[in-house]
């Protein structure tokens, strides 16, 4: 039998994805039908592993807590793949399929990025004979960074060690045997026919838990008896405020706090406040500094009233940095599906995944499609251009896949060859470790 040619092969994984179709938006309306938060994704789990059943693909589970690991066998095994889909939801209660009881949403489309996941899976399946390396595929958990208390006490009970998902997916050794790795996520669309917006750089961020302890007194009739946590908060979130013009435009300085717990009674001087947020920024020198600045302002906050401000940082996520070389593979291959003029390369971004700390161990592509209306992560998220969400981008992903894997994974060795790493596996976890010390 002759050897089929690359563009064969890609037109052989198109047609399959396109023939998947039903079963693949079944899924992703079934998890978006049940939505669950970080670390709490047992329904979708299960989902995920019926489906990996249903098509004979062999996997383990239970990574991270949730998360589940298929594999695709090549001819040869010279290099992995990973293909990411993220389980989680995000915080969402005025969504119009929020849970009702938790208030949880999919309107950050991982469960899009399910179905993107299982549809290169089934493009690739018939073919695999044909590349000379492997395939993951991987269904992680928690990357939204919520609930961030309630992390923090599965972290304090030694059921994970990091926040987020990836990060305790690194440290559990999980990406071990993964040598480059793709996922992608949904924006707002620019046009009725959607985009392909290559990924860039983006902000990485700490995690904080930020405590005023004060002393409780009868608001009205003694507060001069108190010491008032919530007006310390105050003072120490404006105080970040009056310090703000002091930070590099350069730096894309972020810090958003909102109050979690603000006192009990309006009766009772609040004795107890907490504030949560992150400090963001756009590369590791300037987060550790900015971090260094905005405590010291929270701090004073504590210091003007006579507070205790007791500060617990934790490790976010790096910032993100998409390889060059598989992006250009993306875009030729994105070119011929979504027409040239509709893809685009990306700015940076502000906001932060946890793919950025993937993505400082092996080369990492994170495209942003624009298949969506509405801003994401709010109660107007919906899809409008399901042929991008669903079927171009998968289409565009794995013929990347292809073109790393086949003539003897000629294009995975020719990215690894060029790929520079920031950090290793050892020197990444020993960095997270400094930050949670406050070092």
Known sequence: ?????????????????????????????????EPELGYKEVKTSKKVRDMFDELGIPYTSDHALTGVKGRLKGSDS????????????ILCP??????????????????????????????????????????????????????????????????????????????EGAFDDVDMAMQMHVETARSSVGEMGL?????????????YHGKVA??????????????????????????????KESDCFRFHPIINQGGTLVNCVPDYVQVESFVRAANIDAIVDCNN?????????????????VIKDLPGYLPMRNDE?????????????????NVYQGEH?????????????????????????GVLHSAEYEITVPEVAYIKTAQALAMTIVDLLYDDAAGAKDVLDKFIPVLNKQSYIKFLDRIAKSE
Request: charged share 20%.
């Open 1 to 33: 039998m002759s050897r089929m040619t690359k563009e064969e092969l890609k037109q052989r994984v198109c047609d399959a994805i396109i023939e998947a179709q039903p079963r693949l938006r079944e899924i992703a309306e079934s998890i978006m039908d």
């Open 325 to 341: 070389h598989m992006n250009e593979l993306l875009r030729n291959n994105s070119n011929q599906i979504f027409g040239e003029e």
């Open 218 to 247: 009868h608001a009205a009739a003694a507060p001069h008896e108190g010491i008032n946590a919530l007006n310390a908060a105050l003072l120490g979130v404006m105080g970040v405020n009056s310090i703000r013009e002091t930070f």
């Open 78 to 89: 010279k290099y992995t793949v990973a293909m990411i889909g993220e389980l989680d939801a």
């Open 94 to 171: 005025r969504h119009p399929r929020a849970d009702d009881l938790t208030g949880a949403a999919h309107c950050c489309g991982h469960n899009i990025q399910i179905a993107n996941m299982f549809a290169v899976a089934i493009g690739l399946q018939s073919i695999m004979h044909e590349l000379a390396g492997d395939v993951v595929l991987f269904a992680v958990p928690a990357e939204e960074m919520v609930e961030v208390d309630y992390r923090n006490k599965l972290r304090e009970q030694g059921k994970i060690k990091y926040l987020g998902g990836k990060q305790q997916l690194i440290y």
């Open 349 to 373: 971004m502000t906001a932060s995944t946890d793919m950025g700390d993937v993505s400082h161990l092996m080369p990492v592509i994170h495209p942003w499609v624009g298949c969506i209306n």
């Open 293 to 309: 600045r905005v405590n010291r302002a929270l701090k004073a906050g504590g210091d003007a009233v006579g507070a205790t401000c």
């Open 199 to 211: 990924g860039s750089t983006s902000n990485g961020f700490v995690a904080k838990l930020i405590e």
